[in-house]
């Protein structure tokens, strides 16, 4: 099993920017697909954004595309997601995930997530 904690949520104004990190341990995430997901209350979890093990491709939730960018370092077991251009539409809880897939926008692919970090953007 891997345990994530996600870091740098926060409230920023729209426009702004943040950089979310996921610290991975208990193995090598460098197996594994990583990906980023959000949810609002009263709504199904988002796929956002997910990275390959090798983290040689990535794909991205339309609405984010040019605007967040995923990453990764297997040799420090960290994950990222770097925000910019923030929208209100963006607030959410943000969660990292794990998983041994090549489905990377599929949620019921990842087994290991973490506890979240709130984004709220600011209008």
């Known amino acids: 099993q891997v345990r994530l904690i996600e870091s740098g949520g926060g409230l920023v104004q729209a426009g702004g920017s943040l950089r979310l990190s996921c610290a991975a341990s208990?193995?090598?995430?460098?197996?594994?697909?990583m990906g980023w997901f959000r949810q609002v209350p009263g709504t199904e979890r988002e796929f956002v954004a997910g990275i390959s093990w090798s983290g040689s491709g990535s794909i991205y939730l339309d609405s984010v595309k040019g605007r967040f960018t995923i990453s990764r370092d297997n040799v420090k077991n960290m994950v990222w997601l770097q925000m910019n251009s923030l929208k209100p539409e963006d607030t959410a809880l943000y969660y990292c995930?794990?998983?041994?897939?090549?489905?990377?926008?599929?949620?019921?692919?990842?087994?290991?997530w973490g506890q979240g970090t709130q984004v709220t953007v600011s209008s």
């Open positions: 995930a794990a998983a041994r897939t090549t489905r990377y926008s599929d949620k019921d692919q990842y087994r290991d």
């Open positions: 208990g193995r090598s995430i460098n197996t594994y697909c």
